[in-house]
């Protein structure tokens, strides 16, 4: 009985939330629209002006429909967005789904490696940090997530690159697989690790895997200053918490207290800094893709940026906020999921 | 105990430790605002005396310093070394402090004003209005901070204002937000009940009453703001997307980016100026950490 109710407040919950999101994304969209069409001129303009004859450009403005009321272009932006089409690119007529298809693979492996290590770093420095509150370890924890936070991470970067690649030589500098391998690897999914694991090929694997590490482990160790503080003041409050000295006061071991009573407590609120944290983590891939050499979308969006293509500028921003959006829908259905006291 | 006298004893209790004279006793006991509060001490000297303390021009080239190949390091000469085009690097440091100062001040600036207005605005008044202003914001912090400031510049051209509009604008909705859970926390208080049962008008109550309540967590939030928007600024100067001349201009950010190809032969291009936007942003961040943990109400008198 108790668990019928459960699930039907459980969906409730997720139509309210689905419903919230809608009006989220049409704001965004307008947002978008308005921002990029503020600049004087159209996008045409912008990225051909002075490189086409005056006729040229106006044959092109007409086709591209911006001699149209700005009412009818976004009403035309907002149905193109929803049969998923972001516009094509001025300067090399490239689909901006494309951009996304074709690039976004390096971006997601970046990201979701970077998460992985963000949660890693994290999660470990944070726990050890509260449980061991006001040792060494903790302060060293804490004095290692502040300055951390505090790196931009192109500077990181360029550490890791200087210590790990040129004076260690542990790691490749930059890009996102060798020569050779970029070569002979067939890759369906664009994502390389998954492609040299279905391909068998090892020894392109642990090349994909080496480029990898420093430019996640860069993005996912700034990221991952927030989550040492988080779960550390987590672990304190727990640890505070009556049901820890009931469990103590039981003759509960140390260990067990610490690992099924306080650890797992002060993890809960992490899925939802996690779904704060994609925003952070998608700004920041774009600057690590950039000290990298890495090729994802956030490489595509400077290069097209320096270009003055609006049209791509426009659709990229468009899909990260959608990311963000979506993620941030995906999280608090989560929470709701774990954590019932979400859903009122 | 009359009125009086109970009055007495409460003004004699709260006159010795003011909130701000009480906070700013515990912010100096703490050894991480002492040193957040020097490292800004420097950044804010280096700034604003950049032009007595520079030993060279900040744009003044001297290509001859590389003929030899990039870069001399650090001399008795050259403070920090020279960079690729043979400028003093102790100087564009000095100045770019300037840049950073001035674009962070000035866009946490816009930010908060903006913000608390709406902030103020939407917790006030409620219902429609704080509907639809508060959804703007979600979808604003939706938005990658940097993606936004990006987007911003991208429409708005390069150059330095609009950065500070760029920057100051992604900094919105986090004061919009902040204020208006202040405000929403504080409209059936007991003081505001009091205001508005002896007829104070409404926008009095909030600019005489309740803004001032919400002061501190705007303060402490001002100060991280600071070192986000130097951040940012880095990060678009980084990219070459700031400033309409990013050669020329100190800007620290700019100042790495070109400078990943001599990593092997003059690391201290990279380390330097990075380790000068740390400090920076270090600086404000331990500040912003002090105060919270000395103006938070709920660790008073402990």
Known sequence: MAGGQQTTSLRTYALTRLGLALPMVLI???????????????????????????????ERREAAGYNR???????????????????ETIVDNRPVTRVITQNGAATLELTV???????LVGIGVGLVSGRYRDTPVDVAGRLFGILIYAAPVFFLGFLAQLVFAQWLGWFPTSGRASPVTSYDLDTPT?????????????????????????????????????????????????????YIEAARARGLSERTVMWHHAFR??????????????????????LTEQTFNWPGIGSELIRYLNNRDYIAIQGIITFFALVVVIVSLLIDLLNAWVDPRVRY | MSVAQAEATEVALEAPSGLWRDAWYRLIRNPGAIVGLLFVLVFVVAAIFAPLLATHDPVEQNLLLIANGCCPGPSAEHYFGVDLLGRDLFTRILYGARYSLLIGIVSVAIGLSIGLVLGAIAGYVGGFVDSAIMRVMDVMLAIPG????????????????????AVGLANVPIFARLLRGSVLAQREADFVLAARSVGIKRPQILFSHIIPN????????????????????AGLGFLGIGLEDPDETPEWGSMLTEVNEYLQVAPFLAL??????????LGFNLIGDGLREALDPKLRGR
């Open chain 2, 146 to 165: 940097l993606l936004l400031a990006i987007g911003i510049v991208a429409a708005l051209g390069p150059g330095l204002r609009n950065v500070m509009i």
């Open chain 1, 190 to 242: 664009n994502l390389f690790l998954v492609d040299s694991l279905i391909a068998l090929d090892f020894s392109a694997f642990s090349d994909v895997l080496s480029h990898l590490v420093l430019p996640a482990v860069t993005l996912g160790l700034v990221t991952g200053g927030v989550f040492i503080r988080l779960i550390r003041v987590n672990v304190l409050q727990t640890l505070q918490g009556d």
């Open chain 1, 69 to 87: 009321s700005l009412a009818v272009q976004y009403l035309e932006y907002l149905g193109n967005v929803a049969t998923l089409d972001f516009g």
């Open chain 1, 28 to 58: 965004l969209l307008t947002m978008v629209f308005l921002l990029l069409r503020v600049a004087p001129g159209d996008p045409i303009t912008a990225a051909l002006g002075g490189r086409l004859p005056p006729e040229q450009l106006e």
């Open chain 2, 272 to 281: 330097i100026p990075g380790t000068a936007i740390v400090i920076s942003v």
């Open chain 1, 265 to 286: 407590n002060a993890l809960v609120p992490v899925i939802t800094v996690v779904g704060l944290q994609v925003a952070l983590l998608l700004g920041g891939a774009v």
């Open chain 1, 113 to 119: 490696v970077a998460l992985f290590v963000a949660l």
């Open chain 2, 214 to 233: 919400s002061i501190s967590p705007v303060i402490v939030q001002g100060t991280l703001a600071m070192a986000t928007a130097i951040i940012d600024v």
